[in-house]
């Protein structure tokens, strides 16, 4: 006797409204207005973290000053991706390929993880090259993490 | 009070990419039933804690062991989820047997991949304000980490390769996995680009599946089999959870929660002390990291060892003879299964897949992107006192 399996498609599909909270509503603020990168340096270990947040991810004690980045750093690490994940701000998946890094900006400890402007080859990325975050134009600028469209590489010297 | 604990009881479902046929609750018995047979115990009678691990966004729902609680025997009594990797809930079940309160304790972890989309899934451990929206997932975070530690190490492709080389080729010997092949590095380096250095090979697949554990004092252990495996040592640590935060090259929670095991279990010398590990290859570059934070081989070293043949089936330290997270098992299941491997070795009850005169051996397990966070447990033959050399270090 050939078995029937029952299944019950669904999509579970809840809505959300995540506060920033007060530092990261700063660091998203300054990235739309200004254009400005900005960590928090802990007061005790000296480091300054993105995203910025009330303590220090290592010392645990409440962070001091903010910090003004430069939008020039250094890729850590990249992947150049061939997966169609779904782009969560459009339910659509992404078109492939499409390059993901780590970059740590000038003056900063921790790294930031966005897309890299790169042609998706091997030869043309490499751990060290030296990029810069190029913004959306100004009144495109919605106050989250896209407002960064990507990194660039910079000419290198 | 007791102060020894061991597993005495592993089951396993059959892992499978899909199983249509049964729901959660279903899939767990088949996992408890065969473990309450094979140790002669009865829910009611003799297990007094019970704890499971699932997660709510696997399974869809909140409260994830709302599916399992009457199975595992949790109605009108208590039960304890944890939503992390499963090799933490035989830390826990550790620490409640060790605290007096409990004598026999059930374990189990379950998850079926196959009624959702692991991408979406996992972009939710992402914090929502920060890189979430980016659209990141484990398998691209993942890649960023094998990049770094490869670049930063030089780790080759091919030292990679070969951990996908011997993981399957040892799971198909195991009667659990359904990944298990025998392919050449060629075919290995040879399949489609997922998230580069990452190919296909290089992840673990979709599974559905469950596994069940019992662990008791000593003196229901005693009484339950003659053939224990005794947890020697157990450790737990996390690291920063930004990406950002860490040096992705790095593994320092699983360095800090292997010396917390080490200490306890009183290894000096891991490479020389421990017979054989079982660890979570959910990306296959991972074996190589995690050997290297378990402090089995130098930093950097483990491409060598691996292409050396150490870390095979007949090699001196046999590292997931069992075919690893590779060969198929599931998420959230991951962990105890690499527990439930590793006691059956130690337990002389590993079939198949048993390697000869194992008498120490460690399960490693981690939970989030890029091993967040850490889990060890050593278990071994010979019973060890665990509250005389659990002090804190100084």
Known sequence: MEIEFVNIPMVVDVPYRFAAGSYMARFLIELRDNGKFFGIQCPSCGRVQMPPRIVCAACHIKNGEWIEL??????????IVHLPLTDPTTGLPHKTPYTYGIVRLDGAYSTIEHFIDVEPDIQKVRVGMRVRAILRPREERTGDLNDILHFAPIGEA | MTDRVAIVGVAQTRFSPKRADVNVGELAYEAIEQVLQQTGLEIGR????????????WDGQTISDIGITDVIGGHLRNEEKMAMDGST???YATIGILSGEFDCTLLLAHTKMSQTDRNIVNNTAFDPIYTRMLGFDFTTAAALQARRYMSVYGITEEQVARVVLKNLS?????????NGRDLSLD???????????LRALDLAPDSDGAVALIMASEERAKQITDHPAWILGIGSCYDAHYLGDRDLADCMAL???????????GINDPRRQVDLVELGDEFSYQELLWLEGLGLCKRGEAGCITAEGLTARSGELPVNPSGGLLGGVPANVAGLNRVAEAANQVMGRAGEVQIKDVEIAVAQGHSGFCGQHQCVIVLGREPRSLSASAGRSR
């Open chain 2, 255 to 265: 360095e800090k929660a292997a010396a917390m095991a080490y200490r306890m279990a």
């Open chain 2, 89 to 91: 809930a035989a830390y």
């Open chain 2, 187 to 197: 075919e290995i380096l040879a399949a489609p680009l997922i998230a580069d250095p």
């Open chain 2, 46 to 57: 003799d297990i007094d804690n019970s704890i499971s691990c699932s997660h709510d966004i």
């Open chain 2, 170 to 178: 040892n799971a198909r010997l195991n009667p659990v996995m359904h």
């Open chain 1, 70 to 79: 430069s939008p020039t750093g250094t890729l850590m690490g990249f992947s």
